[in-house]
Nanobody
Framework: LQLVESGGGEVQPGGSLRLSCTAA????????IAWFRQAPGKEREGVSC????????DTAESVKGRFTISRDSAKKTVTLEMSSLKPEDTGVYFCAQRMSSNHNWCSLSDAYFTSWGQGTQVTVSS
């Protein structure tokens, strides 16, 4: 399973970006997907996750109200919409996957996820 992130870039504070996560040749329908980020010199942290059924999502307090996760089965994509971006949102953003028969499970702990993308850089700077 190869996960591919896209949509990163550089934006001014207050701006918006949309990150996408897809899997080449693989459906994400039975997978819980999460977004993580890692800033220079800091540990990786969970940002948002969505269950395989799409019924449950969770978002870190630091981005709640600004970031929204969603999934589109037809497009085989999980999207992270980021708005009101702050300099502290800067980092490499990774999507991660875990097969899950529980359609209502998701987690912001990286210990649960088995496949990872290469990451996409997000830079928020004036």
């Amino acid at each position: 399973l190869q996960l591919v992130e896209s949509g990163g870039g550089e934006v001014q504070p207050g701006g918006s970006l949309r990150l996408s996560c897809t899997a080449a040749g693989f459906t994400l329908d039975y997978s819980t997907i999460a977004w993580f980020r890692q800033a220079p010199g800091k540990e990786r942290e969970g940002v948002s996750c969505i269950s395989s059924g799409g019924d449950r999502s969770d978002t870190a307090e630091s981005v709640k109200g600004r970031f929204t996760i969603s999934r589109d089965s037809a497009k085989k994509t999980v999207t992270l919409e980021m708005s009101s971006l702050k300099p502290e949102d800067t980092g490499v953003y990774f999507c991660a996957q875990r097969m899950s028969s529980n359609h209502n499970w998701c987690s912001l702990s990286d210990a649960y996820f088995t496949s990872w993308g290469q990451g996409t850089q997000v830079t928020v700077s004036s």
